[in-house]
């Protein structure tokens, strides 16, 4: 999972997207009004950020609302812990 969490971090939409989302929840509507992408696009890079376990979408009627999941984040900053301290042996 941390593999998959760092290629997705690879592309600067998806960042902008975190970024985004870091701030609080957001529905794809919003997501469109401050990250530049076409529609599909913006669908394709939030599938990825999910798969990766970086986000998590909630249906809210007929929206749906992303929000980081801090356990995806904690996971991947555990990987880059790890990493580290093997680097530092």
């Known amino acids: 999972m941390v593999a998959a969490a760092f ?3 690879g592309d600067p939409v998806r960042l ?8 609080g ?6 997501l469109l ?6 529609p599909n696009l913006l669908s394709y890079h939030l599938r990825i950020l999910r798969e990766a376990g ?10 749906i609302e992303y ?11 555990d990987g880059l812990d790890r990493l580290t301290r093997g680097a530092a042996a």
């Open 54 to 63: 970086l986000v998590r979408g909630r249906r809210s009627g007929r929206r």
């Open 25 to 30: 929840e957001r529905c794809v509507c919003k």
């Open 7 to 9: 290629a997705a971090l």
């Open 67 to 77: 929000e980081v999941r801090a356990d995806g984040l904690r996971e991947l900053r």
């Open 33 to 38: 009004e401050r990250v530049p992408v076409a």
């Open 16 to 23: 902008r997207i975190l970024a985004e989302l870091a701030e």
